[in-house]
């Protein structure tokens, strides 16, 4: 009896049968890596502004060391991460990650209740968090453990100074990120012995069957993810080639995985806070010229129906994604229809 019967199609179309879940011993050396070999290239463009990898190894260094010598976060404490697809996300991430933390993806449209129970939960200590989701936090801040609040606005590691919600005046006690990183460029950073047994994310499940639940996520889960992810598709991670535009948020695994797959193999990346905003959202693709999309039926579903979805130069697009839901039909064929290229599901 065959008891891999997908193998046969692998090898029809040139796909490894295997990868190697141990390319990297963690997803912080596969990061350290690409941010020292693509130093001068953008890696991350938003709200016109442009950080390149050297910058995100100087900032995500700098948050890594004010979390250590500041808060204390040692290996496999719980930092929450409550922000929109803004340019401090990835600075926040790989600080965490530098740290030994575990990073735990909130969603910053939570409602209170759903907030109290994920940080409760989670066991969270420390929370980053958008200006515009504090008055959320501030409703459920004396429920939980947290200790520290960091609080983020919409230009904070662009260097650029944007218009921003403010934060929330019940929240109490915080520190603004663009404090934390001013400290942080003074002070060591400590490296930390990290294997792909250790506990990267926290993923919690929408909570569809009741309460949110926590889905643990290793190092080695994420490298393993990202070497599939470029066996599957060699044509579309040409290292130093690559440009994606990112509208679906970064606090859901999908975009996350796909966002750290390409920033390993030193891809441009537009994130996109708003994609409601349709107009922007396809002036950004307009701009971008992406090589790879990604995005889940409905995003898909209202770019097709834009007017000017058709202006955009898609000669250099490559491949476009579908997850988190199966995509309709009548929408891949009308994408395609648009930009040459059907939706690839994935899961």
């Known amino acids: 009896m065959n008891t891999k019967p997908w193998l046969a199609t692998y090898r029809e179309n040139g796909i490894a049968e295997t990868v190697n879940a141990d390319a990297y011993p963690s997803v912080v050396h596969m990061l350290d890596e690409a941010m020292q070999r693509y130093a001068d290239k953008p890696a991350f463009r938003a709200f016109g502004q442009t950080l390149s990898f050297a910058d995100v190894d100087r900032q995500s260094a700098a948050f890594a060391a004010w979390l250590q010598q500041r808060l204390g976060v040692k290996k496999g404490d719980r930092v929450a991460v409550m922000l929109p697809n803004l340019l401090a996300f990835p600075i926040v991430c790989i600080g965490i990650l530098r740290a030994g933390a575990v990073q735990v993806n909130v969603n910053p449209l939570y409602t209170p209740r759903e907030l109290e129970h994920q940080l409760n939960d989670a066991g969270v200590e420390t929370i980053v968090v958008f200006s515009g989701s504090t008055p959320t936090l501030a409703e459920v801040r004396a429920n939980t453990g947290l200790k520290t609040v960091i609080t ?9 100074t944007l218009p921003s919600p403010p934060v929330d005046a019940l929240l109490g006690e915080s ?7 001013a400290q942080g460029g003074g002070l060591p ?5 990290l294997t792909g047994d250790d506990l990267l994310f926290l993923q919690y499940t929408g909570g569809t069957t009741g309460l949110s639940k926590g889905a643990a996520l290793s190092h080695r889960n994420l490298v393993a993810n990202t070497e599939q992810f470029k066996a599957f598709m060699p044509v579309a991670v040409k290292e130093g080639e690559e440009v994606l535009v990112t509208a679906i948020p970064l606090y859901h695994i999908f975009a996350l995985m796909v966002s ?9 990346n537009w994130l996109v806070a708003n994609p409601r905003d349709m107009d922007g959202f396809v002036g950004v693709l307009a701009q971008a010229r992406p090589t790879v999309f990604m995005g889940v039926n409905t995003l898909y579903g209202g770019l097709v129906q834009h007017p000017k979805l058709g202006e955009v130069d898609w000669s250099r697009l490559k491949i476009a994604i579908g997850g988190g839901a199966a995509v309709v039909g009548a929408v891949s064929d009308r994408w395609k229809a648009i930009t040459g290229h059907f939706i690839r599901e994935g899961y």
């Open 152 to 160: 983020v606005a919409v230009g904070d590691a662009s260097g650029a």
């Open 175 to 181: 520190v603004s990120f663009a404090e934390a990183l």
């Open 189 to 193: 950073l400590q490296p930390v012995a």
């Open 260 to 268: 750290l797959s390409y920033l390993s193999v030193g891809a441009e």
